[in-house]
């Protein structure tokens, strides 16, 4: 259990700490459940998955379905139908046939995921948030740029001190060029989303579509101010809500 406030790191786009927000663990659930983080993204990989192959079985090809030839009495091996799968032609056992993997598991299960899912992101210091990136036509070098220049959250002090006569393939690995992203914003961006496509690696999507797999899968989240706000007003865990008796059935209770 989560009780200590996290930190988030705040960039602007030239690569520059400017502050810092507070997270609640609270407003996330304040606990991480491996089984159900596993549980949730096995059912998204599940409806991903494309169901359309198809095998031809012994319904499915030609020929007839009467014995060939009677069972004693010729001198040959005993046989069935021309279309079994041990002839030729036959049709193939167990053929496959189009499915949909799609299951659901419960909402509020899936709800939790998502919850955790980002706790655990925030826990492993994988989240920052960049301040200022406006763009006002789709322009993918600025944003290629800002990931070149923000250093990566998760490293320390030693790892992101500069060494005298490194190169720029090593520089860069302390940012996050070449890293997997999701850029969360707070509503739906075109402008941004045409500007970051193209970046390999790097995936863009407002927070109301946040899934536990998308979160998982990229390896940093970074997010606006906008978009951190948006966040935590929709995760924000609400206490369950007490049923009140029918009047009827608390008459008779106190009867």
Do not use: W
């Not at 004693?72 to 032609?89: E, Q, S």
């Not at 509503?187 to 690696?201: H, K, T, W």
């Amino acid at each position: 259990m989560l009780t200590e406030p996290l930190t988030i790191p705040v960039y602007n786009p030239a690569g520059e700490q400017v502050g810092h927000e507070t997270i609640d663990p609270a407003d996330f659930g304040g606990e991480i459940n491996k089984q159900l983080l596993h549980d949730v993204v096995l059912m998204h990989l599940a409806a991903r998955r494309v169901g359309t192959v198809n095998t031809r079985g012994r319904s499915d090809v030609a020929g007839s379905g009467k014995k060939l030839f009677r069972q004693k009495g010729t001198g040959n091996a005993r046989a069935g139908a021309k279309r079994t799968h041990k002839r030729k032609g036959g049709g193939a056992a167990f053929a496959r046939r189009n499915r949909d993997y799609r299951y659901s598991l419960p909402k509020q299960a899936v709800r939790s995921a998502i919850r955790m899912a980002l706790l655990s992101k925030f826990e492993d210091k994988q989240v920052l948030i960049l301040d200022g990136l406006s763009l006002d036509a789709p322009k993918t070098q600025q944003v290629a740029r800002a990931l070149k220049a923000i250093r990566r959250p998760d490293i320390t002090e030693t790892e992101a001190a500069e060494v005298v006569g490194e190169t720029k393939a090593q520089a860069a690995r302390r940012t996050l060029h070449g890293r997997t992203v999701l850029i969360g914003l707070p509503d739906n961006n075109p402008v941004l989303y045409r500007s970051a496509r193209n970046i390999e690696g790097v995936e863009v999507a407002p927070v109301g579509e946040f899934n536990t797999y998308d979160v998982l899968k990229q390896r940093y989240l970074v997010l606006t101010r906008e978009a951190l706000a948006t966040l935590k007003e929709r995760v924000k865990t609400k206490p369950a809500r007490r049923r009140e008796k029918p009047a009827l059935e608390a008459a008779g209770t106190e009867s």
